[in-house]
């Protein structure tokens, strides 16, 4: 069964838990008082401190002292400036301490709290990470995270026949395209990967799948990455989705970094399938993501290895025993999030981002993957010394950067036009960090 099991749901529902409430009841109330509180500041003292002041987003993108009230609220190494932020993002403190706090009711209350209080805590956390993302609650199912969801919707699209062409692109994440190469077993289907223009621009990106489209006429699926993770370009997906359904074809849209960090929800995108994570942008424990099928969709995914199949969104993935701390801390951090304001995140990300691109684009012998449009960038952008493309020069790039200059930031490797070391600050990122790796950038390309 899906997790957390369907059968336990339906025992729920039939009341059986009812009898037990009170008991339930008094052994939350023991643990919580057993469990740290949140210190040193109380969680309302928190959320005042990160109410935003009355300005537009990019005003209050530049007002460092509210940037710094909510880099206080993370507790993050200062041994390098940390600009690897697109792996996972850390926790707000009162996440943390929520997080810490669930994990020792689990840890007291056992199977007894598991099974008869944890499912209906679980279904408000999903429900909250439905609202957040602009969906119905029986829309999406929660998951590990991205990885996990795309998995499922890939390798479960049971809508192509032999003979058909699925399409991807040097853009999409490692594992997707594995997974995206694996259906030429599975369902004995063309695999096209594209590589995408570079320098890309909105028109290039839109006529580059127009033209893969035409060129293929036996294309029914492609993968699109929203905000893909090697160069952080924004792909136009809702214009090329709705150009790609004109002509019967399905999109699964990865937006494990688009969701979170772009002033968006899922809606925008149009997409009929999306992977979710909410351990990136939104600052969730880690192991927290979503799977995303529009109502009246969930039929051409097949269900999880067995599961019984119809409407139910659940039983396309089973996770099998869950982590129910992570899980129960999600709603905190959505709250966080949208305290401070996704337009917000934005704006500030963008001008940390545009900070260090606009100084580097200066610097002689070094190549920035990173668009001048605003509707292709994100918080993530890479760079290159020129001519410099391999795996071996980039990982030494990237070394040479943490050694001589106390910057970490990582190698990505993938696109068509070669490796690259890839730069991602967070909204706890400050302007110093930022201007270090300028400085680092400088001093290695002399």
């Not at 040193?40 to 530049?62: E, F, I, N, Y």
């Not at 090697?230 to 019967?248: F, H, K, Q, S, T």
């Not at 772009?262 to 192991?287: S, T, Y």
Request: hydrophobic content about 45%.
């Amino acid at each position: 069964m899906s997790q957390p099991d369907l059968k336990r749901r339906a025992w729920l529902r039939g009341g059986a838990a009812l009898t037990l409430a009170p008991a339930a009841a008094a052994s939350a109330s023991a643990t919580a008082a057993a469990a740290a509180p949140f210190e040193p500041a109380s969680l309302a003292a928190v959320m005042d401190s990160l109410a935003p002041p009355a300005l537009s987003p990019a005003a209050l993108a530049a007002d460092s002292g509210y940037w710094q009230r909510v880099a206080a609220q993370y507790d993050v190494t200062q041994d390098v400036a940390m600009l690897d932020n697109g792996y996972w993002g850390s926790m707000a403190r009162p996440v943390l301490a929520a997080c810490q706090q669930h994990l020792a009711t689990v840890n007291h209350g056992n199977a007894y709290y598991g099974r008869l209080r944890f499912p209906p805590e679980f279904e408000a956390a999903r429900a909250a990470a439905a609202r957040a993302l602009g969906v119905e609650r029986d829309e999406i199912v929660l998951t590990r995270g991205a990885t996990e969801a795309l998995q499922a919707l890939i390798s479960g699209y049971n809508r192509l026949r032999a003979g058909d062409t699925v399409l991807c692109a040097d853009v999409d994440y490692d594992n997707m395209l594995t997974v995206m190469g694996w259906l030429r077993t599975r369902r004995g289907v063309d695999v096209v990967r594209l590589a995408l223009p570079e320098p890309a621009t909105h028109g290039s990106l839109i006529d580059a799948y127009a033209q893969a489209m035409a060129q293929h006429p036996k294309l029914r699926m492609m993968l699109l990455t929203h905000v893909n993770h090697r160069n952080g370009m924004v792909l136009p997906v809702a214009e090329i989705v709705r150009m790609a359904r004109a002509r019967g074809i399905d999109a699964i849209v990865d937006t494990a970094h688009g969701f979170g960090q772009l002033d968006m929800r899922l809606p925008d995108l149009d997409a009929d399938f999306a992977g979710i994570n909410l351990h990136k942008w939104i600052g969730a424990p880690v192991g927290v993501g979503a799977l995303y099928i529009r109502r009246g969709r969930v039929r051409d995914i097949d269900p999880h290895m067995g599961e019984p199949d119809g409407d139910d969104i659940r039983t396309r993935v089973h996770t099998g025993t869950v982590n129910f701390a992570a899980y129960l801390a999600l709603p905190l951090a959505l709250q966080i999030h949208e305290r401070i304001g996704v337009a917000n995140k934005a704006a500030r990300l963008q001008r940390l981002r545009n900070r260090w691109v606009e100084a580097a684009r200066d610097i002689g012998g070094l190549q920035v993957l990173a668009s001048n449009d605003p509707r292709l960038t994100s918080a993530i952008a890479s760079f290159r010394l020129r001519g410099k493309t391999s795996v071996a020069e980039n990982a030494a790039l990237s070394k040479r950067l943490l050694k001589e200059h106390g910057v970490f930031a990582v190698l990505r490797d993938g696109l068509a036009s070669g490796a690259c070391v890839r730069v991602t600050p967070a909204i706890f990122t400050s302007e110093a960090q930022v201007d270090r790796l300028v400085a680092g950038l400088k001093a290695m390309s002399m």
